[in-house]
């Protein structure tokens, strides 16, 4: 079983659509969680870190389930320019922390 | 500030040749991180720096893939004999210790490096 999974989409929404990507975890050793962005050809960069309280930033939230392992992203009204694809990023201890990127999901927004 | 960079932007070369890809971190980052991704793929971790050395080398390919790392800055990934399967676009991250000693793990890239073996 991979470290983090994620489905690779693509998700085809409308603008204006609300859209949800769960990513999985198989390290209950893990501690930090976050979702990059990662447009076309170009690098990733960090969009937010995933709290145990859950955290929002504008049409942003993202949730932790540590029972289950899982983070999920949720974006509102969706932009053309939130076209991108989203990386679930997981952190463990070992020495350092460990980052494991997932393979990400693909999001297609479209008029 | 300046952020990460890397260089060259570009790589093509001939299979069987040597090439060094350079990534400057950014300054007073004490982590760095390699990693590489192929066409469509997820990111494979190669490589990880704390100063200048390297704890962890476990997504190293290959013994034809090394790398170092000097003055707690510059890295230099240097792959050998290079095959058509080591076309990717490689990428650097750096990283940094909040205060207390806590890592922070948010990783800053750099553009990249898209590596073309014919």
């Known amino acids: 079983r991979k470290e983090v999974e994620q489905d690779p989409g693509p998700f085809n929404v409308p603008e204006g659509a609300t859209v949800a990507f769960n990513c999985t975890y198989s390290?209950?050793?893990?501690?930090?969680f976050f979702w990059y962005r990662q447009d076309c050809r170009k690098e990733p960069k960090l969009l937010m870190s995933?709290?145990?309280s859950g955290n929002e930033d504008g049409r942003f939230t993202a949730q932790l389930n540590r029972a289950s392992q899982y983070i999920s992203l949720l974006i509102r009204d969706s932009k053309l320019s939130d076209s991108a694809t989203y990386l679930c990023v997981v952190a463990r201890p070992g020495g350092y922390q460990k980052v494991t990127f997932g393979t990400g999901t693909k999001l297609q927004v479209i008029p | 500030g300046a952020g990460v960079s890397q260089s060259p932007s570009n790589k093509v070369t001939e299979k069987g040749k040597d090439v060094e890809l350079r990534c400057d971190p950014i300054s007073g980052h004490t982590a760095l991180y390699w990693y590489r991704q192929s066409l469509g793929q997820g990111l494979e971790f190669l490589i990880y720096?704390?100063?200048?050395?390297?704890?962890?080398k476990s997504g190293l390919p290959s013994d034809r893939f090394s790398a170092e790392r000097t003055g707690g800055s510059v890295s230099t990934l240097t792959i050998q004999r290079t095959q058509q399967e080591d076309s990717a676009v490689y990428l650097c991250a750096s990283s940094s210790i909040i205060a207390g000693g806590t890592w922070t793990d948010t990783q800053y890239f750099g553009p990249g490096t898209r590596l073309t073996v014919l």
């Open positions: 720096f704390q100063g200048n050395s390297a704890p962890d």
């Open positions: 390290n209950s050793a893990s501690q930090s």
């Open positions: 995933v709290y145990s």
